[in-house]
């Protein structure tokens, strides 16, 4: 699609896999030592919430682990996971359009949080896509997120494109949320 798009001036609607398959369980096995930061996404129903973590290592690689997988809840429960998260002294990020409502609750009970825009993911998905491909990323190669990075397709944005959480046939709620954790560390 990519080159029909861009060498050939060619419109395309195509959604496909965001990574080649394969590509994520090929990134080393490991996880944060120190986190640095706790990415929150959920999916529109809030029927799943998931909470990634990510450090930046020493040696420039990206370590990740999914802190927490949350069914069938509520914002009044991710606020109180996100309360005793905050003894670590990290900062949250969210996407602002899908979690605005827990950003601002957490805001006011003092806590750091960066909300983040639909310009911030595609960013965040070019990013994550090119530390997958060079196998800069540590991972403990989490089911969940395993699943989910394998299922995610990517959608057209602009010039650009983003992981897309409509269009992927699947819940990827730990994909996004990981994809947001390796982008601000």
Same mark, same amino acid.
């Given at each position: 699609?990519?080159?029909?798009?861009?060498?050939?001036?060619?419109?395309?609607?195509?959604?496909?896999?965001?990574?080649?398959?394969?590509?994520?369980?090929?990134?080393?096995?490991?996880?944060?030592?120190?986190?640095?930061?706790?990415?929150?996404?959920?999916?529109?129903?809030?029927?799943?919430?998931?909470?990634?973590?990510?450090?930046?290592?020493?040696?420039?690689?990206?370590?990740?682990?999914?802190?927490?997988?949350?069914?069938?809840?509520?914002? +009044?429960?991710?606020?109180?996971?996100?309360?005793?998260?905050?003894?670590?002294?990290?900062?949250?990020?969210? +996407?602002?359009?899908?979690?605005?409502?827990?950003?601002?609750?957490?805001?006011?009970?003092?806590?750091?949080?960066?909300?983040?825009?639909?310009?911030?993911?595609?960013?965040?998905?070019?990013?994550?896509?090119?530390?997958?491909?060079?196998?800069?990323?540590?991972?403990?190669? #989490? +089911?969940?997120?395993?699943?989910?990075?394998?299922?995610?397709?990517?959608?057209?944005?602009?010039?650009?494109?983003?992981?897309?959480?409509? #269009?992927?046939?699947?819940?990827? +709620?730990?994909?996004?949320?990981?994809?947001?954790?390796?982008?601000?560390?």
């Amino acid at each position: 699609p990519d080159a029909r798009r861009y060498r050939l001036n060619q419109f395309v609607s195509s959604m496909n896999a965001w990574i080649p398959v394969g590509a994520w369980s090929q990134c080393p096995n490991g996880r944060p030592t120190n986190p640095e930061v706790f990415a929150i996404e959920r999916t529109s129903g809030w029927e799943y919430c998931s909470i990634v973590t990510a450090e930046l290592r020493e040696d420039g690689m990206i370590a990740t682990e999914l802190v927490a997988s949350l069914n069938n809840t509520n914002i +009044d429960e991710v606020i109180k996971l996100c309360l005793d998260l905050a003894k670590f002294g990290k900062p949250f990020i969210m +996407d602002g359009n899908v979690l605005d409502d827990l950003g601002a609750s957490l805001k006011q009970k003092g806590l750091r949080v960066q909300m983040t825009s639909n310009k911030d993911l595609i960013s965040a998905s070019n990013n994550t896509y090119s530390r997958i491909m060079k196998k800069e990323l540590i991972h403990p190669s #989490d +089911d969940i997120v395993s699943l989910q990075m394998q299922r995610a397709v990517r959608k057209n944005s602009g010039e650009s494109w983003r992981i897309a959480r409509k #269009d992927s046939g699947t819940e990827i +709620d730990a994909a996004v949320a990981t994809v947001l954790a390796i982008w601000f560390v």
